[in-house]
């Protein structure tokens, strides 16, 4: 399994931006599939983007489309999420996790390593 710590979150005005980091242990980041998720309080755990093991392939929710992106760094082990245009519905406890496949999927269930989660707050 893979260890994997976000940072980057904080308080935005809605129509800013933030960039989430996440950042993996061990040596074998690159055979993983690598996925962001949010939770807002009282509702569950919902899908925000995907990124393949080599960075052909991206996914995101329609939610996000246009205004996140997700790119990753295999030399340093890492996977961003660039937020752009952010509204106040974007607050929430974002996630990283990692998947040991190359197929991108959207179900959080699938995925088998979890980071701590960051915080992110957009004031209207």
């Known amino acids: 399994q893979v260890q994997l710590a976000e940072s980057g979150g904080g308080l935005v005005q809605a129509g800013g931006s933030l960039r989430l980091s996440c950042a993996a242990s061990g040596r074998t980041f690159s055979s993983y599939s690598m996925g962001w998720f949010r939770q807002a309080p009282g509702k569950e755990r919902e899908f925000v983007a995907a990124?393949?093991?080599?960075?052909?392939?991206?996914y995101f929710a329609d939610s996000v489309k246009g205004r996140f992106t997700i790119s990753r760094d295999n030399a340093k082990n890492t996977v961003y999420l660039q937020m752009n245009s952010l509204k106040p519905e974007d607050t929430a406890v974002y996630y990283c996790?990692?998947?040991?496949?190359?197929?991108?999927?959207?179900?959080?269930?699938?995925?088998?390593?979890w980071g701590q989660g960051t915080q992110v707050t957009v004031s209207s």
């Open positions: 990124i393949s093991r080599s960075s052909d392939t991206t």
């Open positions: 996790a990692a998947r040991n496949s190359g197929i991108l999927l959207t179900d959080p269930g699938r995925y088998g390593s």
